[in-house]
């Protein structure tokens, strides 16, 4: 799904610039202009925030939609691809699950327990206390 968005975001950006007299698409209009990309990113991040904050997974789902289309449309206006952006968090992944892991093993000197597959320490990993999966936790 991603990368089918991603080559529709590529090939909207390989007709730039446009002929004089024809009427870009919104997703060129947002490559074309640097202020108007990353304002409507802020916004559709700010709708997902409010549409979280009040619970409302419809709506959430919506504005999730409107945010991951706005972050490939401003990676691709600076040539950031959606693989770039996997083998990111494909890394952060294998750091943070490793972090925990080497937690577990030495709160609990044994082998960690896996009562949830994400979750590779139960109650002893540094993340507990945010209550996240860590594939979702910032790195430090």
Same mark, same amino acid.
């Not at 799904?1 to 919104?26: C, D, H, N, V, W």
């Given at each position: 799904m991603f #990368?089918?968005? @991603?080559? *529709?975001?590529? #090939?909207r950006q390989a007709a730039l610039p446009l002929a004089e007299g024809t009427k870009p698409s919104y997703t060129q209009r +947002? +490559? $074309?202009? /640097?202020?108007l990309r990353l304002k409507k990113l802020g916004e559709e $991040?700010?709708?997902?925030a409010v549409a979280c904050t009040d619970e409302d997974? @419809?709506?959430? @789902?919506?504005e999730g939609g409107d945010v991951i289309y706005h972050t490939l449309v401003a990676l691709a206006a600076i040539g950031v691809g959606v693989d770039d952006v996997a083998r990111v968090l494909e890394g952060v992944r294998d750091d943070v699950l490793m972090? @925990?892991?080497? *937690? %577990? /093993?030495v709160r609990n000197t044994g $082998?960690? *327990?896996?009562a949830r597959p994400w979750?590779? %320490?139960t109650f #002893?990993?540094?993340?507990?206390?945010l209550g996240r999966p860590p594939h979702l936790v910032p790195p430090r």
């Amino acid at each position: 799904m991603f #990368s089918r968005l @991603a080559a *529709t975001i590529a #090939s909207r950006q390989a007709a730039l610039p446009l002929a004089e007299g024809t009427k870009p698409s919104y997703t060129q209009r +947002l +490559l $074309a202009d /640097r202020n108007l990309r990353l304002k409507k990113l802020g916004e559709e $991040a700010v709708e997902l925030a409010v549409a979280c904050t009040d619970e409302d997974r @419809a709506r959430a @789902a919506e504005e999730g939609g409107d945010v991951i289309y706005h972050t490939l449309v401003a990676l691709a206006a600076i040539g950031v691809g959606v693989d770039d952006v996997a083998r990111v968090l494909e890394g952060v992944r294998d750091d943070v699950l490793m972090m @925990a892991t080497a *937690t %577990c /093993r030495v709160r609990n000197t044994g $082998a960690p *327990t896996l009562a949830r597959p994400w979750y590779p %320490c139960t109650f #002893s990993s540094p993340f507990a206390p945010l209550g996240r999966p860590p594939h979702l936790v910032p790195p430090r």
